[in-house]
């Protein structure tokens, strides 16, 4: 049962660099979401897509674009990578309607 | 601004005990809430939710507890263990959105000492 599935779990950027950051999950689940955390911040929300074919912004999309390419993948695409958006990155994925998401295990990113 | 509230960045706890993590929300859309345990270098793990409809919910040592009026909900471990030890996220949704996204606090660092 693999669940949700992110990768690369690692990855150090340069600034202004670009890079996908991939997301899988085998639940069947409509929804998708892409949270990042960090310290002392919680886990924020950068997009969602509530189904296949959409895509919504959420807390701190600013840097992000995203990209729904079937039910099970949802990407985040970093297009030139600040210092800022150093950070953990978590996927996420729930059945419409049930209010409880699963997470992937995390991808962390360092730009320098 | 936040709607999900832990003030509590860290607690401590001996072994055997009750823990008590509190967090309180502003938005009165939020008719769902649920209470996420994380290690580190991991990603978060649903833990135990409740509905409005409800104000306790129990699962084995988990037990929620919901004060629609006060906005407030806590979760109570009993007994503590060292194995619970772990960041713990208080999350909240409007069902009724068409994104069911989770709205989280900050984290409650739960330490479970022997």
């Known amino acids: 049962n693999a669940g949700v599935t992110q990768t690369p779990k690692f990855q150090v950027l340069k600034t202004g660099q670009s890079m996908t950051l991939q997301c899988a999950q085998d639940?069947?689940?409509?929804?998708m979401y892409w949270y990042r955390q960090d310290p002392g911040m919680g886990l924020r929300l950068i997009y969602y897509?509530?189904?296949?074919?959409?895509?919504d912004k959420g807390e701190v999309p600013n840097g992000y674009n995203v990209s729904r390419l079937n039910k099970r993948e949802f990407s985040l695409r970093l297009e030139s990578a600040a210092p800022s958006q150093t950070s953990v990155y978590f996927c996420?994925?729930?059945?419409?309607?049930?209010?409880?998401?699963?997470f992937g295990q995390g991808t962390r990113l360092t730009v320098v | 601004d936040q709607q999900v509230k832990q003030n509590s960045p860290s607690l401590s706890v001996q072994e055997g005990r009750i823990s008590i993590l509190n967090c309180d929300y502003t938005?009165?859309?939020?008719?769902?809430f649920l209470w996420y345990k994380k290690y580190p270098a991991e990603g978060p793990t649903f833990l135990i939710s409740?509905?409005?409809?409800?104000d306790k919910n129990e699962d084995g040592r988990f037990t929620v507890f919901l004060n629609k009026s006060a906005k407030h909900l806590s979760l109570h471990i009993v007994p503590s263990q060292p194995g619970d030890s772990a960041v713990y996220f208080c999350?909240?949704?409007?069902?009724?959105?068409?994104?069911?996204?989770?709205?989280f606090g900050k984290g409650t660092s739960l330490l479970v000492t022997p």
């Open positions: 996420a994925s729930s059945e419409r309607g049930s209010g409880t998401a699963f």
């Open positions: 639940m069947n689940h409509n929804s």
């Open positions: 897509s509530a189904s296949e074919g959409t895509t």
């Open positions: 938005n009165s859309m939020f008719d769902y």
């Open positions: 409740i509905s409005s409809i409800k």
């Open positions: 999350a909240a949704s409007p069902l009724s959105n068409s994104g069911y996204a989770l709205n």
